[in-house]
C-alpha cells in the first residue's frame, strides 16, 4: 500500500461530475488544490452512500480549503451515474465519482480487499506537489469520519507541530 511521503499515481479515468455529465479526469486535474480521494467497495450497497452523502455535505467545507474531494470505486461512470440518479442523497453530489473499472488506480494505491477485489475504504489526502500527506484504511464494514479528515486536513494545512485531538483554530506545538 502506498503511504505518507509516497508519490499519487498517475490515473485517467472516466468520472461523473457534479453536473451529472461524464469527463476523464486525471492526477493532474485541479492543478494547484490539495486533494482528497476516498474509495469505497461498490455501488448500490449499504455503508458507500453514508460515506458519499457525507463528503457531499461537507463538500463546502474542502472547497474553503482550496481541496477537491475526488470520490472513487471500481464501477463504471454508467454504474455510478444510475446510482446518483436512483439515490435521493446522491443526487446533487458536488464532487465527481471516478469509474477505476480496471483497478489500475486502486491497484497502484494497494487498497484492494484481498479475496473480495474491491477497493477497502481508504482515504488518501495528497498535497498540491503530489505527495500523500494522509492515508486512513477503514474494513469494509466500517464507515469512515468525514470530520476527522476535514480535522487532518486541516492540521496538515497549517504546516506546524499539531498535538492529540488538535482542531482548527487550536495552538500548534512551539519546539
Known sequence: MLTVGDAFPSFSLQAVTSGKEFETLTHESFPGKWKVLFLWPMDFTFVCPTEIAAFGKRDGDFQDRDTQVLGASTDTHFVHLAWRNQHPDLKDLPFPMLADTRRELSA????????????????????????????????????????????????????????CNWRKGDATLKV
Open 108 to 163: 497502484a494505491l494497494g487498497v484492494l480487499h484481498k479475496t473480495e477485489g474491491v477497493p477497502l475504504r481508504a482515504t488518501f489526502v495528497v498535497d498540491p506537489q503530489g505527495v500523500i500527506r494522509h492515508v486512513s484504511v477503514n474494513d469494509l464494514s466500517v464507515g469512515r469520519s468525514v470530520d476527522e479528515v476535514l480535522r487532518v486536513l486541516d492540521a496538515l494545512q497549517t504546516d506546524e507541530l499539531c498535538p
